[in-house]
């Protein structure tokens, strides 16, 4: 049975953490393959998770700094697409 997308960005965190059961994780390829907005949102939590943790214990940057770091992920990003 083919996930929804309510359930997709419910299992989301699990499936970037990848802290799933193979099958579900299988489900999950197959409707993000399918579903434009489920891969996009997945790809936006994605980048969101990897900035924060790029960001780790910086405890101040400039804004020149931080515009770096997010143009740096996303491009990142867009090479997975």
């Not at 579900?24 to 434009?36: A, D, G, I, P, V």
């Not at 214990?57 to 804004?63: G, P, R, T």
Request: positive net charge; charged residues 30%; hydrophobic residues 30%.
């Amino acid at each position: 049975m083919m996930n929804s997308c309510h359930k997709i960005t419910e299992q989301a965190s699990e499936y970037i953490d990848r802290n799933m059961p193979f099958s579900q994780k299988l489900k999950m390829r197959m409707h993000l393959l399918m579903c434009k907005h489920c891969r996009n949102f997945v790809n936006q939590l994605e980048l969101t998770v990897d900035t924060i943790k790029n960001l780790g214990c910086k405890k101040e940057l400039s804004d020149q700094q931080l515009d770096k770091q997010v143009k740096t992920l996303m491009e990142k990003n867009d090479d997975k697409d």
